[in-house]
């Protein structure tokens, strides 16, 4: 416990003197972070705890952002709602179009209940480019931060506090929430619901109450993000950010309260770092989703727990060889991939074919990748990424064997503890 005190605690400082330390292209890059993180943590309100799976929760996040833009344009950040407080626009924006949408798709459950939710997204996001009205078209509406408090909100840095701000007490009212008897009741939803029902709950309304309150904190994340940026229009409607909401919870991990966040700002920032590297960077996340539900269902939290578990149960000196190996291997096969993959891409482009039908010769051009020309043609061009998933495959079977090893030499013998008993007596 005091480890996990220190540790948030030291998160926090760090998080408060990031605008000393970044430049003002990355601070941009950490307010995407932090309302992605916000809104991965709402998500997981809905589909983590409560279990309802969703796949159009961009609805909710686009209406905070609207009835945000639309506020900020009618009160101009003054009077009872200053700029600082215009999130509180897109959470009333969110609860309430957030529990008229939960009481229809919370009337079925499991897959039906994804569908409704799918649906419901579509239909906001059809419509939007036509209520010119309320949405601005396919042009969108642009609003303007306005001084509050002493404070003008015309740099990056205000933006960025402010944003800080509201996400660690969004943050915080959900881990309260988790605290409270309707939070357990909403690990009864999950776990359960049939039960609930029999001991007397009203189950649809608290599958309501739970969406509407999960549609709320999406509301916040959405008003931030107009904050932000000045402006909104249909885009944040688009399936891609419920898509990403998905993603995210589950890379981070649904079953650690801080998991989705983590999940959400790393993939933001993967997202921010790669994608002026590589046209490919789309399917390195897919990839990266792939993997983790295939060999780490709790998400990148859980391994983190799992290393630690490790540690307390061997003692951190005897895992280091056995974590070196592991990231060895990782490295391994993550060089491989994007070897393979960016190979693969250049060789299907459209450039790559008109180079092949202006060729007189017949013969396959030659790729240039990494500041060099690879033949196509050569066996040793993909021997290499082969070469590494063989290393990979090597050293990950090093670091399971030397695993179980360690675990051979710290589990006692039942037999030599029952014979030691024996001649002790």
Not at 352 to 362: A, F, K, P, Q
């Amino acid at each position: 416990m005091k480890t996990r005190l220190i540790s948030v605690l030291a998160a926090l400082v760090l998080m408060a003197a990031l605008p000393f330390l970044l430049s003002q292209g990355l601070l941009n890059a950490a307010i995407q972070m932090l309302i992605a993180a916000l809104f991965a943590s709402a998500y997981n309100l809905l589909c983590g705890q409560a279990g309802m799976l969703s796949f159009g929760h961009a609805a909710y996040f686009g209406v905070g952002a609207f009835a945000t833009v639309h506020a900020m344009n009618a009160i101009g950040g003054a009077g009872l709602l200053p700029t600082p407080l215009m999130p509180l626009a897109g959470a009333a924006a969110g609860l309430v179009f957030g529990g008229v949408a939960g009481w229809f798709a919370t009337q079925r459950s499991g897959t039906y209940f994804a569908m409704i939710t799918l649906a419901i997204a579509e239909l906001v996001h059809s419509l939007a480019p036509h209520l010119k009205g309320v949405f601005g078209g396919e042009a969108g509406l642009s609003t303007m931060r306005m001084p509050a408090w002493g404070l003008d909100f015309g740099s990056t840095t205000q933006v960025y506090y402010l944003t800080l701000a509201w996400v660690l007490l969004s943050l915080a009212a959900l881990y309260f929430l988790t605290r409270t008897p309707l939070g357990r009741l909403t690990l009864g939803l999950r776990e359960n619901s049939h039960r609930l029902r029999f001991l007397g709950y009203n189950v649809h309304g608290l599958a309501t109450l739970v969406f509407a309150l999960s549609a709320m904190f999406s509301g916040v994340a959405g008003s931030l993000q107009v904050i932000s940026n000045e402006s909104a229009n249909y885009v944040v409607f688009d399936p891609a950010l419920s898509a990403a909401a998905v993603l995210n919870t589950y890379i981070g991990g649904v079953q650690v309260f801080l998991g989705p966040a983590l999940g959400a700002a790393l993939m933001t920032f993967f997202g921010y770092a790669v994608s002026d590297m590589t046209r490919s960077w789309l399917l390195y996340q897919g990839i990266l989703f792939v993997l983790v539900m295939m060999f780490m269902p709790t998400g990148l939290s859980g391994l983190a727990g799992l290393a630690a578990g490790l540690c307390r149960r061997h003692g951190l000196a005897r895992m280091i060889p056995v974590f070196l190996l592991a990231l060895a291997a990782a490295a391994a096969a993550t060089a491989g991939t994007v070897f393979l993959v960016e190979l693969l891409q250049r060789l299907f482009s459209q450039e790559y074919r008109g180079m092949l039908r202006l060729g007189s010769d017949g013969a396959w051009p030659d790729v240039s990748l990494y500041g060099h020309a690879w033949p196509v043609a050569s066996a040793a061009t993909w021997a290499l990424p082969a070469g590494l998933f063989l290393a990979a495959g090597l050293l990950a079977w090093r670091c399971r064997a030397r695993l179980a090893a360690r675990d051979a030499a710290d589990t006692p013998c039942p037999r030599a503890g029952a014979q030691g008993r024996r001649e002790a007596a």
